[in-house]
Nanobody, 119 residues
Framework: QVHVVESGGGLVQAGGSLRPSCAAS????????VGWFRQTPGKEREFLAA???????FYTNSVKGRFTISRDDFKNTVYLQMDSLKPDDTAAYYC?????????????WGQGTQVTVSS
């Protein structure tokens, strides 16, 4: 099972950008698809974006056109470029490998990285 480590969150003003990273630990991502999710207190974890081994991508409607997922297999890292951020994007962001395309997680989560967008 691939373990992941998220990083790159932070505090940004509305309209700004961040690019969290998801690094594989212990094993490479290999041919696994990887997804980004987010969660706010009291709510279920929400799917955002996924990328497969061939570079194919899938996005939930709320982030389509603002977020871009990419992967660097040499660095065993998946990125989530987030532009035009809104206060509603404030959440803890998590990545995981996918059990089923495009948004079924394996359940192997990292510690997450916090993104806070101020108005």
């Amino acid at each position: 099972q691939v373990h992941v480590v998220e990083s790159g969150g932070g505090l940004v003003q509305a309209g700004g950008s961040l690019r969290p990273s998801c690094a594989a630990s212990g094993r490479t991502f290999g041919s696994s698809a990887v997804g980004w999710f987010r969660q706010t207190p009291g709510k279920e974890r929400e799917f955002l974006a996924a990328i497969n081994w061939a570079g194919g991508t899938f996005y939930t409607n709320s982030v389509k056109g603002r977020f871009t997922i990419s992967r660097d297999d040499f660095k065993n890292t998946v990125y989530l470029q987030m532009d035009s951020l809104k206060p509603d994007d404030t959440a803890a962001y998590y990545c995981t490998t996918l059990a089923k395309w495009p948004n079924t997680p394996t359940g192997s989560w990292g510690q997450g990285t916090q993104v806070t967008v101020s108005s």
